[in-house]
């Protein structure tokens, strides 16, 4: 009686009463369901014991703070839904191209009973996508650097309002030559922050020179290479918006080595708030990102898709704000470089 109302074999069933866990999220709480409304109670003296529930995390990359955000917020989450978070790489290294094998990668998460997966900035193919909706995976990507199709649910934050602001913020401080030392060209982010950064010279009337807009990575090292390629031009920018917190730092170290002072002869602002933007020398301006919220979003997102439930939106950005420290001061009405 129990199958037939939730529409399952008596095998899976069974299944869901003896704590199996090769079975979908989904089905196990239909099944769940109509024990509830049936009434069900174990009998006396038999142990049940109830599956553990496993979300994936997937980072292409673990070794930066924006990560440990991201990661904070999904366990949180995860504790008070009472789901453990099991932490993975890619199964193909980044350098490879996208995630593969797309098949056998799905089958053994859904082979181990997972609710789904969420991803975090790494890039999807189309064949990944369809091979988790095939094997009736749920997905949630944070960040993404693409988005195949546009029925994948994402989470993100208000990038081009952020790229607005930053550059805004800069303009109200009398700088003009404002460069954007950008992550990868490819990422949506980077394209969103981008725009915000033209829109706002725009409004105020600058136009946008290309030699002051390069596309690199989100690592210190991306930033430092891009910030002594923009500090070496015949008339290099008085302000630079980095397109993270990690970047801009590299930017700071690209200007104290061909001796300027940040803020005093460069203005900086990254992106993301995190902990090496209040820990840096000067502390650094920068558009926050609330990271740990995303992750919570993301996964009671994930809970809500492994429970059957539909959406209002695939996409949901939170919003982002400008956070003043000390890397950003007026520009200087006489002198220049």
Known sequence: MVADAAGVSLPTASKVLNGRADVSAATRARVAEVLREFGYVPQAGRRTVAPARVADLVFDDLRSTYSLEILRGVTEAGAEAGVDVVVSRPPASVESGPLTPEDTWAQRLRSGGREGLIVVTSELSLAQVESFARAGLPLVVIDPLNLPRVEVTSVGATNWSGGLAATEHLLGLGHRRIAYAGGPL???????????????????????????????????????????????????????????DAAALGVMEAARRRGLRVPEDLSVVGFDDTVLAERSTPALTTVRQPLQDMGRVALRTLLRLAAGETLDSHHVELATNLVVRDSTARIPDQGGR
């Open 186 to 244: 490819e990422a949506s982010c980077s394209q969103a922050r981008l725009h915000g950064y033209r829109a706002a010279l725009e409004n105020a009337g600058c136009a946008t020179d290309p030699e002051l807009v390069l596309h690199g990575g989100f690592q210190y090292g991306d930033g430092l290479d891009m910030g002594t390629r923009l500090l070496a031009l015949d008339m290099p920018p008085t302000a630079i918006f980095a397109g993270n």
